[in-house]
Nanobody, 118 residues
Framework: QVQLVESGGGLVQAGGSLRLSCAAS????????MGWYRQAPGKQRELVAA???????NYSDAVKGRFTISRDNAKNTLDLQMNSLKPEDTAVYYC????????????WGQGTQVTVSS
């Protein structure tokens, strides 16, 4: 069984910062792509940032320059440093990972709420 557990959400004022973390646990061979999605009320889930096992990153235009994604392959963890937060960043943030055990499956965390007040 594989689990992704997120932490670090909360309430912050516009212009502030938050750091989200995600830890993968369980039995698996490898973790491939990892990333963060978010879903605001009434909107579709959207990709925020992703990182490959080799460290290549990809960001949505909405967060480029403000958010930084990073991972620690030895600890099976994923972080998202969010700076210069805006009210429109308010959403539930989900960690995901493509995990091989031995076939590749998509796994999702339970979500963590980020609320940015104006």
């Amino acid at each position: 069984q594989v689990q992704l557990v997120e932490s670090g959400g909360g309430l912050v004022q516009a212009g502030g910062s938050l750091r989200l973390s995600c830890a993968a646990s369980g039995s698996f061979f490898s973790i491939n792509d990892m990333g963060w999605y978010r879903q605001a009320p009434g909107k579709q889930r959207e990709l925020v940032a992703a990182v490959t096992s080799g460290g290549s990153t990809n960001y949505s235009d909405a967060v480029k320059g403000r958010f930084t994604i990073s991972r620690d392959n030895a600890k099976n963890t994923l972080d998202l440093q969010m700076n210069s937060l805006k009210p429109e960043d308010t959403a539930v943030y989900y960690c995901y990972a493509k995990i091989t055990r031995p076939y590749e499956y998509d796994y999702w965390g339970q979500g963590t709420q980020v609320t940015v007040s104006s």
